[in-house]
């Protein structure tokens, strides 16, 4: 298992939810008055109670994957598949037997990428701005169909595992290019993506109203 397999397995069964190597991290980035004040915030959260996660797990756990899946030039859909089933075997895999009641599982479909062309490169390419500046620029514009393939195979997967679909992508294209196209931002898909997540936690998960039915 992966380290970040290891920590996401612990924060499942109510472990730490920020350990210190991955707040670490996410310190050494910006000026050094920036980086000197974030340290200081990471000393704060390792004694404040805050990063100790909960005693049985999180009640709802939001899993997402797709987009800088494509960062890998050996990308396939078998490949992407098989990440996913990974992933979400470690997830219940993690979930104690002694809950009285498992968490909420939900998944967020990757959304179409499309290209406002303010926010093209010189190569016609979107690239995501939380990319490390010190490494090559991922694009993201790939054939729209790909992406399509990805949210309906994600989807299958997602509902094999017992867990809700919060279908990013159908939402998406109610206005594709809100934000940059790729991300939400502002506007009426972030706002749509937020409502329709807040009533799928007030509903609860589907798992519990079909055993019930």
């Not at 310190?27 to 920036?34: D, E, F, I, Q, S």
């Not at 797990?57 to 030039?73: E, F, K, N, T, Y």
């Not at 939900?106 to 939380?130: D, F, G, H, N, Q």
């Not at 939400?184 to 898909?189: R, S």
Request: hydrophobic share 35%.
């Amino acid at each position: 298992m992966t380290k970040r397999g290891a920590w996401l397995s612990e924060l499942i069964r109510g472990g730490n939810a920020t350990p210190g190597w991955l707040r670490e991290r996410f310190v050494a980035r910006g000026n050094k008055t920036l980086i000197a004040e974030r340290r200081k915030q990471v000393v704060r959260l390792k004694d404040d109670g805050a990063s100790l996660g909960w005693p049985e797990g999180p009640d709802v756990i939001l899993l997402g994957s797709g987009h800088h899946d494509l960062r890998d030039p050996d990308f396939s859909l078998d490949s992407y598949a098989a990440r996913l089933r990974a992933v979400w075997r470690l997830i219940r895999d993690a979930i104690p037997s002694s809950r009285r009641s498992p968490p909420h599982l939900i998944w967020m479909t990757p959304a179409t990428v499309y290209a406002r062309p303010e926010v093209l490169t010189s190569k016609k390419v979107v690239t995501c701005p939380s990319t490390n500046k010190s490494s090559p620029q991922v694009h993201y514009s790939h054939p729209h169909i790909l992406y399509k393939l990805m949210g309906e195979l994600s989807n299958a997967i997602a509902q094999e595992m017992g867990a809700d679909v919060l279908d990013m992508d159908q939402i998406r294209e109610l206005r594709p290019y809100d934000g940059d196209g790729m991300h939400c931002i502002t506007g009426l898909v972030c706002k749509s993506d937020l409502d329709v997540l807040l009533r799928m936690l007030e509903i609860g998960p589907r798992t519990k109203h079909a055993s019930a039915g």
